[in-house]
């Protein structure tokens, strides 16, 4: 009765770590995912921030080159004043170079400028469009983490769960039995495996004469080909003698 309860404690235990195994997986991936999305967010703010500085810079360089045009209109203003009383020719001409080159320069600054309200324009549209998408992406991703966040902490109190399982599942599990079960475990993905026709399920090796009537008995006992614990689970042998 005892040996019969073993095996099906160690088919729980087998379930109960393949369980722990998946959810520690599932967390350190969910954690990796969690990572990334932190990191789009963080270059999305930047890509943002980046179209924006654009923005801001050709703003202050057009604000400089008017405050330049009206300065140089002062100035130009200023040695027309001046040219009318000018008495001198030699003044005078200096003074009508000067107007010139204020001219000139003032008529630079103007054509640069019209080129710049134009270039305004399209990056006002451009930093409208990176806003829409900056707030669009960062909602999605925030929403995607949320949603990861709680598959985590739900995982990871399915965890805690399953680790607590196990110390109740073993306890009652002889120590040799654990022992090799430990050995067995890391080696292969099913350590427990159920007789089917005289044979290890498997492997299917043969199961000798007295292994099989210890297994009828509800004892485990071991492949002497693939060392897996095997039962004999009489249930399973009556739906593999029907399905035969
Ligand atoms: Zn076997």
């Known amino acids: 009765m005892i040996a019969t309860s073993l095996w099906k404690q160690l088919k729980n235990l087998v379930d109960c770590d393949k369980k722990t195994t998946m959810l520690a997986e599932e967390i350190k991936d969910l954690g990796k995912l969690i990572q990334q999305d932190l990191q789009a967010l963080e270059q999305q703010a930047k890509t943002y921030a980046a179209q924006k500085t654009l923005l801001l810079d050709k703003q202050k360089a057009i604000h400089a080159a008017e405050l330049q045009v009206n300065t140089l209109k002062d100035k130009e203003q200023h ?6 009383t000018a008495k001198d020719q030699k003044i005078y001409k200096g003074l009508e170079k000067e107007i010139h080159s204020c001219n000139t320069e003032r008529n630079e600054l103007e054509e640069r400028l019209m080129q710049w309200w134009h270039d305004i324009e399209i990056l006002k549209s451009a930093t409208e469009t990176a806003k829409q998408t900056h707030e669009d992406q960062t909602q999605r991703l925030e929403n995607d983490i949320t949603h990861k966040k709680t598959t985590l902490a739900s995982c990871e109190a399915a965890l805690q769960e399953s680790v607590a399982t196990r110390i109740n599942v073993i306890k009652d599990v002889p120590a040799e039995w654990l022992t090799r079960y430990e050995r067995m475990r890391h080696s292969v993905n099913d350590p427990i495996v159920s007789t089917v026709h005289g044979s290890c399920s498997a492997c299917y090796y043969a199961v000798p004469f007295q292994d099989l009537s210890k297994l009828k ?18 249930q399973a042998g009556q739906n593999a003698s029907t399905a035969a």
Do not use: P, S, V
């Open 79 to 84: 040695k027309r004043k001046q040219l009318e």
């Open 217 to 234: 008995q509800g004892e485990l006992t071991i492949c002497r080909n693939c060392y897996r614990f095997l039962y004999y689970d009489d």
